[in-house]
């Protein structure tokens, strides 16, 4: 289970554009980045993918353009797990403690291996399936050599 805290900043600002309500993820990890003691949340891809970046190495500069997801709603997790894409399926590699996914009993490890009868998600259409959906969804998962079907109702992680 994560001992990763879901939260909202109200608003953010970097080089003069203003975000509002931002779904952040502060980390209690022990590795990389996240175990830094000065870190205690990592903003990174939601909001730098709103930008074209160019980087001035030399004058040590950084220019932000905004392109075409400039926009774009800030997505939250509803699903209650972190996934990585594995040759099969999805391996979760953090359950979210007191998510749904957790009191429908995913397990650290598990592959998934469908997600209502479908295999042809991307890590992005994943989440964002889980997102749009209302009703309760059923996951087929492999653990250890068990082939499971887990029914698992998406809800907010905020």
Known sequence: TATDEMSMLTSYEIFGHTFRAIPVRLSQGTKGVSAL??????????IL??????????NQLMY???NQSYGDVFHVN????KIEKREGGFE???????SNAEKAGI???DLILKIDGRSDFTRHSFHHYFEATNSKVSINL???DQV???ALQPESML
Do not use: C, W
């Open 107 to 109: 397990q650290l490890g």
């Open 37 to 46: 003691t000065q870190v205690d949340g990592i903003l990174g891809l939601s």
């Open 92 to 98: 979760v590699t953090a359950v979210f403690e007191g």
């Open 148 to 150: 499971l079907t887990i």
């Open 64 to 66: 932000l353009k905004p």
């Open 49 to 58: 993918k709103r930008f074209n970046t160019i980087y001035d190495y030399y």
């Open 78 to 81: 509803h699903d209650g797990m």
């Open 142 to 144: 492999k653990r250890g």
